[in-house]
């Protein structure tokens, strides 16, 4: 794991300095804290921070080829490079190292920008070209690992994380807030790509690549999956399928040069993680897991029932308020813009935990949004498929008859919205804030800019319907290439890196999602059973408690900490922020008292709230105030 960043002058006459490109690399030095290299060549500089987890004492980064003109700076891993070397060494290429590095830098000699549909892992990658005065930019199939870049009419700059990007002078001082971008996280807890929080400035997307040559930037998908039930297969052969491709990408997954273990919470998929683990390696599995006072959220002791089960080495963390509350700002820091996912906080301390005694650990993330793991909006209700049959006259008579109901009553919003394609209705019902409070809270002159801006425009393509594709399906494509990439694997990324540790995403091997997309949906969600042809590849490998468990999820005793000890911090960061002029102020009281006085459906509203005035609170003073102020969206 490592971090990446660089710059290319449109002007070839600059020069770029090591100075700029050290202080761009160095603000990452948590992302590569064992060795750090800048390459120069005229205009353009890469530079790099390095975790060392394979070829320990070679693969130093930037590298370059034999006469080189072609350099690479690389952060990820590379699963399959050992056979793509012995290909790559059978056509007549010479390697100077052991390691996955090369691999990618020989095999963009063979192929061109054609090398990333080969390779198998997490990654993002910059390769300077010489001989074309070209940049290739590659990010994973999935998203696991960022990578973020800014065109300007002087330079073209990347990083691995916006603070990279920042420690270029240019950058940091044009900074301008997005107020789209902000629309987009009061929706889904997170900005969602390709937008970040900084007019200008963007992630590359997940399955692409960017080409910068002659000052012009391209942007290709080079890889693509689509969930789409299949109409053959017996469940029997589906349960070998799915259980073969999920002990391969773990298998794979077990080359490291450094410790290794697992994150375990005792749930079904990392625990079907960890169970592979155990029968693929010679001695017990170093698992960590954490846990909370608070019963209700407490997992600890699921984790260490399957822990004893397969005689891991297992080591757990129980939580308080008095160990969370003083790291929440330098967590939520992290991000470097506005990010409400509270489960960042356990991913964190199990990350923490884990890093006391290893260098990766393998995490479970991926198997919700693979196999169904979200029945409640993953299958579509009955009486939805009756209600969007009726005309739209009588469908806009019960969402006014539906207004009138307390938001509180089951049913109430998709009552109010009855009216609306169910995908719009679903998302709105995903979002933290709805259409109804987003009106609310934001003020005149917010609203008045984004009126013409759809917060989900670009969701709605990923559900969008088609007569072979089952309403689960639809869903589950939808999580896989926007809530997968913009909030769990953006959590996982800066929560680990954080504290120097690679984390591994097993069941997001691009192979494994694309058998896991073919798995009829009925195989997924049978009747209450979520998951259920991943639990019976697995049911032989772990305790039946676990096969059976009620789902939990990653979450930390949030409404109750907030009302207690976290509720002065809170209070202060929203009765005494909104110098950015977002917000109706009266709303934000009402919305805080609201929660205060028992209201848990405002929880991850006020999260957000604070999340927000934290990271507003750090870059206020450094922004200038025509650049926080409110402006229309760009066209």
């Not at 034999?66 to 952060?75: E, T």
């Not at 290909?87 to 000699?109: P, S």
């Not at 300007?152 to 001082?173: C, I, P, T, W």
């Not at 772990?542 to 096969?547: R, S």
Request: a neutral charge; glycine letters at 8%; hydrophobic letters at 40%.
């Amino acid at each position: 794991m490592c971090g990446i960043c660089g710059k290319v002058y449109l002007d070839t006459q600059r020069r770029a300095s090591a100075a700029e490109i050290e202080l761009m690399r160095d603000r990452m030095l948590h992302r590569g804290p064992d060795a750090a290299g800048t390459y120069l060549d005229r205009h353009v500089g890469l530079g790099h921070r390095r975790l060392s987890i394979i070829d320990l004492a070679a693969s130093t980064q930037p590298m370059a080829n034999d006469d080189r003109s072609v350099v690479i700076s690389f952060n990820g891993e590379i699963y399959n490079y050992r056979e793509l070397r012995e290909e790559l060494i059978g056509k007549g290429h010479h390697f100077r190292t052991d390691g996955d590095t090369e691999v990618i830098l020989r095999l963009y000699e063979e192929l061109g920008e054609r090398c990333v549909e080969r390779l198998r892992g997490m990654f993002a990658f910059a390769i300077w070209d010489a001989r074309s005065a070209s940049l290739f930019l590659a990010r994973d199939r999935i998203g696991v690992k960022p990578l973020y870049y800014t065109l300007n009419e002087q330079a073209f700059v990347f990083a691995s994380e916006l603070k990279g990007l920042m420690g270029d002078e240019r950058v940091r001082s044009g900074r301008e807030l997005d107020v789209e971008a902000a629309h987009g996280y009061f929706s889904f807890l997170s900005v969602p790509d390709p937008l970040t929080i900084y007019r200008g400035i963007y992630k590359l997307p997940a399955a692409h690549t960017l080409t910068l040559r002659g000052g012009r930037v391209e942007l290709r998908r080079y890889w693509d999956v689509e969930f789409r039930d299949a109409t053959t297969g017996t469940e029997e052969e589906w349960r070998e399928r799915v259980l073969d491709a999920l002990r391969d990408a773990v298998r794979v997954r077990l080359v490291a040069d450094v410790p290794l273990g697992a994150f375990l919470s005792g749930g079904i998929d990392s625990s079907s993680v960890v169970a592979l683990m155990a029968g693929l390696v010679d001695r017990p599995v170093k698992t960590f897991s954490i846990g909370f006072t608070e019963s209700a959220y407490n997992e600890a002791s699921d984790a260490a029932l399957v822990a004893r089960h397969l005689g891991t080495d297992h080591t757990e963390l129980m939580l308080t308020p008095s160990t969370i509350q003083p790291v929440i700002p330098a967590l939520l820091q992290q991000f470097d813009e506005p990010f409400a996912d509270s489960s960042a906080i356990p991913t964190y301390f199990v990350s923490k935990l884990a890093r006391e005694q290893v260098t990766v650990a393998l995490s479970g993330d991926g198997g919700d949004e693979l196999f169904g793991g979200y029945p409640w909006r993953q299958v579509r209700p009955r009486y939805q498929r009756v209600l969007s049959r009726l005309p739209l006259a009588v469908r806009s008579g019960i969402s006014a008859l539906g207004s009138l109901l307390p938001r509180s009553v089951p049913g109430s919003n998709y009552l109010r919205q009855a009216h609306v394609p169910y995908e719009r209705y679903i998302l709105d019902a995903l979002a933290v804030f709805d259409q109804d409070d987003r009106k609310g809270l934001y003020s005149g002159a917010f609203a008045a800019a984004v009126a013409d801006r759809d917060p989900f425009a670009a969701h709605l393509v990923n559900l969008a319907g088609r007569s072979d594709r089952s309403w689960p399906a639809r869903m589950m494509q939808y999580d896989l290439k926007t809530y997968l990439p913009n909030d769990i694997l953006t959590k996982v990324d800066r929560m680990s890196m954080y504290v120097s540790l690679e984390a591994r995403e097993p069941l997001l091997d691009h192979h494994l999602v694309e058998l896991a997309a073919q798995v009829p949906s009925r195989l997924k969600i049978r009747g209450n059973v979520a998951k259920y042809i991943l639990k019976q590849a697995v049911a032989p490998l772990l305790p039946a408690e676990v096969l059976t468990k009620r789902k939990q999820g990653f979450s930390i005793p949030l409404s109750k900490w907030m009302r207690n000890e976290l509720r002065g911090d809170v209070l202060d960061a929203l009765y005494g922020g909104n110098r950015h002029g977002l917000f109706d102020r009266q709303a934000v009281t009402r919305m805080t008292d609201d929660f205060l006085r028992g209201n848990d459906l405002r929880e991850h509203q006020i999260w957000s709230l604070y999340a927000f005035e934290l990271w507003h609170q750090r870059v206020d003073a450094r922004l200038a105030p025509g650049a926080v102020g409110i402006a229309p969206c760009r066209p």
